[in-house]
């Protein structure tokens, strides 16, 4: 029960009003942690360069930028590359929610230039639209990590214009919000102004958004159920007359009725997310069948195209040959009247 008094403690410490909460989402080993590295100027997240990922779990660092305002950086496993079922995944939600708490004021999604685009970085923007609302994408800023990977004549620019129309789509639909991170280089001036544009971005999500943090019906409910628990603390540590043994069935209490709470919002969060793995599924099986049909239409098309050509060719070589009787005919005629 400890656990929950720790996560209280952390309420108090991160939801000060001028705190930024900044969500890294995007495929496992693309660099998150890296990237959270470079925007707290410090190595706080494990990092390597392999594809499987490193970050096991929800993790919350924090920096204190130079005008005083706190930065809180979520890393996550890769929440919404689904490769594992949804119920890690939704305790996985559950807990950066709670760590979240007030809210995310930008979701930081990472792509990586050293990879190729592919279906799962478009369906996991469809993910995260479906399960938190089209409004998610008023909140993100696309990062390419690899920038030391681009070739020296090609710019970021460049590299963009000639990215998949999918990329270009998902930019657009973040109003052109990208930022490209080389989280390799020791260049000082760099690193600074990679991550001041980072927060440029950020800034102005907050101005469009009327500076209310992005936040549903999952961070309502955690967050009403963190204040109640500590108001009970409260209370509890104020009572005269108990015993330090009772003090400490009462806590008790309260922590089992709270972890109830987690783990019914728990089920709630993977409730949602089957709902919302059926939703794509049903969807991908309907662009399939669409896409079979058509190809099957082009096929019965080019099928019965190639059978009228073969029925053209035909006709045409009957006639041909019958315009080469009657010439030998009249040619006979001809002879026979000489």
Known sequence: ?????????????????????????GKLGYGKSATGNSILSRKAFVSRSCMTGVTGTCQLESTVLRDGRTVNVIDTPGMFDWSVGSEDIG????????MAKDGI???????????????GEETTLERLQMFFGERIVDYMVIVFTGGDD??????????LSQAPTPVQTIIQMCNNRVVLFNNKTKDKNEKNSQVQQLLFYVDSIIANNGGKPFSDEIFRELKQGALRLHDKEKVIENLKGYSAEQIAVLKKEIYKSYDEQLARITEMVEQKLNSTIERLEKELAEEQAARLQAQKIAEDARLKSDDEIRKLKKSLEKAQKETEEFRKLAQGGRCAIL
């Open 150 to 159: 681009l070739e020296e004549d090609e710019s970021f620019t460049d590299y």
């Open 1 to 25: 029960m400890g656990g929950s008094s720790a996560m209280e403690d952390d309420w108090e410490l991160t939801s000060t009003n001028d705190a930024l909460t900044l969500v890294l989402v």
């Open 105 to 119: 004021h930008a979701v930081i999604m990472v792509f990586s230039i050293r990879s190729r685009f592919s279906e």
């Open 91 to 98: 305790k996985e939600i559950v807990k950066c929610v709670n």
